[in-house]
Nanobody, 115 residues
Framework: QVQLVESGGGLVQSGWSLRLSCAASATFFSLYTMGWYRQAPGKQRELVASVTRDSSTNYADSVKGRFSISRDNAKNTVYLQMNTLKPEDSAVYFC?????????WGQGTQVTVSS
């Protein structure tokens, strides 16, 4: 499995921005589909954004136009740029790596947006 370490979470005010990073210890990182998920208290974990090996991206409707996912294969890192944050974006954000049906998860990073 892949070791994933997220960073960049924190407490911000509504309308502010944050950039999350996820560093992966993976051989052939460029082959993985990387994703960001989030889970708020009492809610199911949901997909926020994903990026495939060919850099195709997918976003949840709730974050389209505000969040942007990108990857740097030279650094084995995937990013989530979050702009115009809203209180409903508050959650633990998890990084995910998928290849050949095998999923790996990071430990999560807390994002809290105050109104």
């Amino acid at each position: 499995q892949v070791q994933l370490v997220e960073s960049g979470g924190g407490l911000v005010q509504s309308g502010w921005s944050l950039r999350l990073s996820c560093a992966a210890s993976a051989t052939f990182f460029s082959l993985y589909t990387m994703g960001w998920y989030r889970q708020a208290p009492g809610k199911q974990r949901e997909l926020v954004a994903s990026v495939t090996r060919d850099s195709s991206t997918n976003y949840a409707d709730s974050v389209k136009g505000r969040f942007s996912i990108s990857r740097d294969n030279a650094k084995n890192t995937v990013y989530l740029q979050m702009n115009t944050l809203k209180p409903e974006d508050s959650a633990v954000y998890f990084c995910n790596a998928a290849l050949g049906g095998v999923l790996s998860w990071g430990q999560g990073t807390q994002v809290t947006v105050s109104s």
